[in-house]
Structure formats: structure tokens, C-alpha cells
């Protein structure tokens, strides 16, 4: 059943627990209830916002029009061979959720994405990804609604243009659609993606590397660096690792020959935005109501009462100290509205 609110309290919406309101707050459970909402109260003239677990989200201030909340469920078997099944997911499913269910079932492919925060209705708006997977790897179709025809349209992987922590979503089609089921392939004879060190490293006892033992190293080791958020606010990694030119790369080893970097192509580097930060001297620092956190650089965190304001200033501050340092641009991963 669909809900329309009015003057609405984010604060239990967004994992930093920011306290701002929303002009107008609305959530549904079904693909026909945001057609026909969308038929019957146009909304082109107000600003709209598409707002899942609000696990990567800064609010700076009140929200000045409609939020709009998919709460669609559900777990559909489209296709299945002995190689593979497609997977067709209510955009309003908890991520880990569903990766908890593709280990059981042993359907491999999102197993690295484990205990990453959010709904699946972000998963290729975001092209979520970490330890070297990505949601575009898995992610066969995305079915949204047209906000401006309310008619239901199918987006191919090809079409959704996805690029490092980017898709079409986030770009051109910004505010235009809104997501309400995602269709994934995973495989049934899964291929293991442990080339992570640290992965490496945690299954070192391991005898018998699965799907779901690569899933509890992972949590394991994001349980231990990242904060959770029901404890202390944050949106997890706030700022992308830059991608770089190999002989920038090469450039920067001669002042830092500690620099942390790993290589995505024969001509390009992703460079290890944590590092970057600590090395400025700020990992684990109290700024007052807002800081770093004190096992990863990466995460900044709300002490409390902090404003999006007082979080926004502090990650200015922070791109501005490692562009001094090492000339490089930190990208924030994390929306800022």
C-alpha cells in the first residue's frame, strides 16, 4: 500500500542521521502505485528526490519537495539453466539481503558485494561495487518508471552506461526515472574473485573457499574498518579512489613510494583514497560534531547533532588538504543534496 506525508522527518531516512524534514514524503510497494500516484499528481513543477536506505546521502538542508520511497519486495526466478539464473528483484529489497540469499542458493556473483548498506533499487544507479566486483558484472536489466510519461521502460546493462561508482542514472537521466525492479545473472558454477589481498589474507586458514566463505571474510573484514551506522552516523566510503594515468602513478612513487595503488587497465591506476587522506594526518580526527574514523580514513562519521553542513565542510576540507599534498581531485561518492 502506497503513503503520502507531509512535512516529513528524515532523520530515521539517512544513515548519517541528519535532522531535516521533507516538504513532501511518499512510498509505495508496487510499480502501479507510482504510475498511477505520478498520474494523478503531477509532479513536474516540484523537486523530487529518490531516496532508498539513505545509506549515501548528505541532507544540507531541508528537502523543499517530494521524496519518493520504493518499497517493492520480492524475489523472481526469470530464467534458469544449468549455467546460470536470472534473478528479477523488487528495487525496495535490502541489499545484503538478497546477497545473503544468492550465497545460500549458491548463485555467485555479488558475494564480494557483501554487507555493502542500501536498497537493490541503488545497486546500478550507483554501480555499487567493492573487492573488485562491480554491480555491472551482474546486472542484466533495470525496469523503472518514466516519471515524466509514467510508462514502465526496460534499461538493457549496455544502456545504463556504467562507469566507476556512475551510471546513466546519475548523469543524463538524473531524477527522471525511478527504479523498481533489478534483474541480475549469476552464475551457478560460481568463478571466486579473491584477488584482493586482504581477502587473501583472511581466508589463510580457510580450506574450503566458497561463495559464502568469501562472504563471511568479507564482512569480517568491513565489520572491523567500518562503522555501523545504527551506532554512529555515516554513509560508509565517502569519496571514490581516483583513477589515474600509470605514469602518474609512477610520478607520485618518487615522493611516496608507500603510495597504495592498484591497477585496473595497462594504462590506468585506481589510487587508494584512504591512504591518501591518512596520510594528511587526518584519519581518526573529532572536528567537534563531525570527524574521520579512527579505522578508516575513508568514512566520515557524525558525532552527534552534526548538521549536512558541518559533514559537507569537513569533506571540503579534506579533498582541499590531499589536492595540496598530492594534487590529486577527491571525488565524493556520497550525494550531497
Same mark, same amino acid.
Given at each position: 500500500?502506497?503513503?503520502?506525508?507531509?512535512?516529513?522527518?528524515?532523520?530515521?531516512?539517512?544513515?548519517?542521521?541528519?535532522?531535516?524534514?521533507?516538504?513532501?514524503?511518499?512510498?509505495?510497494?508496487?510499480?502501479?502505485?507510482?504510475?498511477?500516484?505520478?498520474?494523478?499528481?503531477?509532479?513536474?513543477?516540484?523537486?523530487?528526490?529518490?531516496?532508498?536506505?539513505?545509506?549515501?546521502?548528505?541532507?544540507?538542508?531541508?528537502?523543499?519537495?517530494?521524496?519518493?520511497?520504493?518499497?517493492?519486495?520480492?524475489? =523472481?526466478?526469470?530464467?534458469?539453466?544449468?549455467?546460470?539464473?536470472?534473478?528479477?528483484?523488487?528495487?525496495?529489497?535490502?541489499?545484503?539481503?538478497?546477497?545473503?540469499?544468492?550465497?545460500?542458493?549458491?548463485?555467485?556473483?555479488?558475494?564480494?558485494?557483501?554487507?555493502?548498506?542500501?536498497?537493490?533499487?541503488?545497486?546500478?544507479?550507483?554501480?555499487?561495487?567493492?573487492?573488485?566486483?562491480?554491480?555491472?558484472?551482474?546486472?542484466?536489466?533495470?525496469?523503472?518508471?518514466?516519471?515524466?510519461?509514467?510508462?514502465?521502460?526496460?534499461?538493457?546493462?549496455?544502456?545504463?552506461?556504467?562507469?566507476?561508482?556512475?551510471?546513466?542514472?546519475?548523469?543524463?537521466?538524473?531524477?527522471?526515472?525511478?527504479?523498481?525492479?533489478?534483474?541480475?545473472?549469476?552464475?551457478?558454477?560460481?568463478?571466486?574473485?579473491?584477488?584482493?589481498?586482504?581477502?587473501?589474507?583472511?581466508?589463510?586458514?580457510?580450506?574450503?573457499?566458497?561463495?559464502?566463505?568469501?562472504?563471511?571474510?568479507?564482512?569480517?573484514?568491513?565489520?572491523?574498518?567500518?562503522?555501523?551506522?545504527?551506532?554512529?552516523?555515516?554513509?560508509?566510503?565517502?569519496?571514490?579512489?581516483?583513477?589515474?594515468?600509470?605514469?602518474?602513478?609512477?610520478?607520485?612513487?618518487?615522493?611516496?613510494?608507500?603510495?597504495?595503488?592498484?591497477?585496473?587497465?595497462?594504462?590506468?591506476?585506481?589510487?587508494?583514497?584512504?591512504?591518501?587522506?591518512?596520510?594528511?594526518?587526518?584519519?581518526?580526527?573529532?572536528?567537534?560534531?563531525?570527524?574521520?574514523?579512527?579505522?578508516?580514513?575513508?568514512?566520515?562519521?557524525?558525532?552527534?547533532?552534526?548538521?549536512?553542513?558541518?559533514?559537507?565542510?569537513?569533506?571540503?576540507?579534506?579533498? =582541499?588538504?590531499?589536492?595540496?599534498?598530492?594534487?590529486?581531485?577527491?571525488?565524493?561518492?556520497?550525494?550531497?543534496?
Amino acid at each position: 500500500m502506497d503513503k503520502l506525508f507531509e512535512n516529513y522527518s528524515l532523520k530515521n531516512h539517512n544513515t548519517f542521521g541528519i535532522d531535516v524534514n521533507a516538504r513532501y514524503y511518499y512510498e509505495f510497494s508496487a510499480a502501479e502505485e507510482i504510475v498511477y500516484f505520478l498520474k494523478e499528481n503531477p509532479v513536474s513543477g516540484i523537486k523530487k528526490l529518490i531516496l532508498g536506505s539513505g545509506s549515501n546521502i548528505v541532507f544540507t538542508q531541508d528537502f523543499e519537495g517530494i521524496v519518493i520511497h520504493p518499497k517493492i519486495r520480492g524475489v =523472481q526466478i526469470v530464467e534458469e539453466t544449468t549455467e546460470y539464473v536470472l534473478l528479477k528483484i523488487g528495487a525496495g529489497e535490502v541489499w545484503d539481503n538478497f546477497v545473503n540469499y544468492c550465497c545460500k542458493k549458491n548463485y555467485g556473483g555479488v558475494e564480494n558485494l557483501s554487507l555493502i548498506p542500501g536498497m537493490v533499487g541503488a545497486s546500478p544507479v550507483q554501480n555499487i561495487g567493492a573487492y573488485g566486483v562491480e554491480a555491472k558484472d551482474v546486472i542484466e536489466e533495470v525496469e523503472a518508471v518514466n516519471i515524466e510519461t509514467q510508462k514502465i521502460e526496460k534499461f538493457k546493462n549496455k544502456d545504463c552506461k556504467f562507469e566507476y561508482r556512475n551510471s546513466v542514472f546519475k548523469n543524463e537521466l538524473k531524477g527522471k526515472y525511478i527504479v523498481t525492479y533489478v534483474t541480475y545473472k549469476l552464475s551457478k558454477k560460481p568463478v571466486l574473485n579473491t584477488s584482493y589481498g586482504k581477502i587473501q589474507e583472511e581466508l589463510k586458514n580457510c580450506k574450503n573457499i566458497n561463495i559464502t566463505s568469501i562472504r563471511d571474510a568479507i564482512i569480517n573484514i568491513r565489520n572491523r574498518k567500518l562503522p555501523d551506522p545504527e551506532k554512529i552516523g555515516n554513509a560508509g566510503s565517502f569519496f571514490k579512489n581516483p583513477i589515474v594515468d600509470s605514469k602518474k602513478t609512477q610520478e607520485l612513487k618518487k615522493d611516496f613510494p608507500n603510495i597504495v595503488s592498484y591497477k585496473i587497465s595497462e594504462t590506468k591506476d585506481k589510487i587508494a583514497a584512504g591512504w591518501l587522506i591518512e596520510q594528511c594526518g587526518l584519519k581518526g580526527k573529532n572536528f567537534g560534531k563531525v570527524g574521520t574514523y579512527k579505522d578508516q580514513a575513508l568514512v566520515i562519521v557524525n558525532y552527534g547533532d552534526a548538521t549536512g553542513k558541518d559533514v559537507f565542510n569537513l569533506a571540503k576540507d579534506i579533498q =582541499q588538504k590531499v589536492y595540496d599534498k598530492f594534487g590529486l581531485a577527491l571525488n565524493m561518492e556520497v550525494n550531497i543534496v
